[in-house]
Structures are given as C-alpha cells and as structure tokens.
C-alpha cells in the first residue's frame, strides 16, 4: 500500500479544519470511506477529494442552516452585543 496516497484520521482531520473525532464519526457514518487496518483507518485520497473541494450538498446546506437558525435564536441578543463592541 502506497503511504501517499492515503490520508489517516488526524492528517484529514487537520485538512478540514475538524477534529479528529469529527472524521472518525463520519468514517463510522459511513460520510468519507475509509479502509480500516488493523485498528487505524486510511482514507484513500480519491474518495476524500469531496470533502476538500468545499462544495457543499443540499442536505449539509440544510444542516448548517438550521444551527445557525438555533444558534441565533438561543444567542441573538449576545450576538449583537458582541457585534457592537
């Protein structure tokens, strides 16, 4: 197995700006696939190139949509106090 063209959990974790236990949830969803070695999983280079390329899909559009709706219905007022300062 070619070391180069596979990532590990933590280099794609730092690839997206997410934690490492973000990427191994979604290997477990089964979002990214990933081949699993022993205890440790490679994530081939070909199937990540999604998650890298920022291009989002409709249901992780309605995702993010709906935390920032909670989150500026449960924060609104702080948020705009912090906006003024």
């Known amino acids: 197995m070619d070391k180069n063209q596979y990532f590990s959990i933590p280099q794609l974790a730092e690839l997206l700006g997410i934690s490492r236990i973000a990427v191994y949830r979604k290997v477990k969803r089964g979002e990214i696939k990933a081949i699993r070695i022993g205890r440790n999983y490679a994530i081939p280079k070909k199937y ?37 300062e």
Request: proline share 0%; charged share 30%; hydrophobic share 30%.
């Open 48 to 84: 990540s190139v999604g998650h890298l390329d920022g291009e989002l899909t409709e249901g992780q559009k309605r995702k993010i949509s709906g935390a920032v709706k909670k989150t500026i219905a449960e924060y609104g007022e702080v948020l705009k106090l912090l906006g003024r």
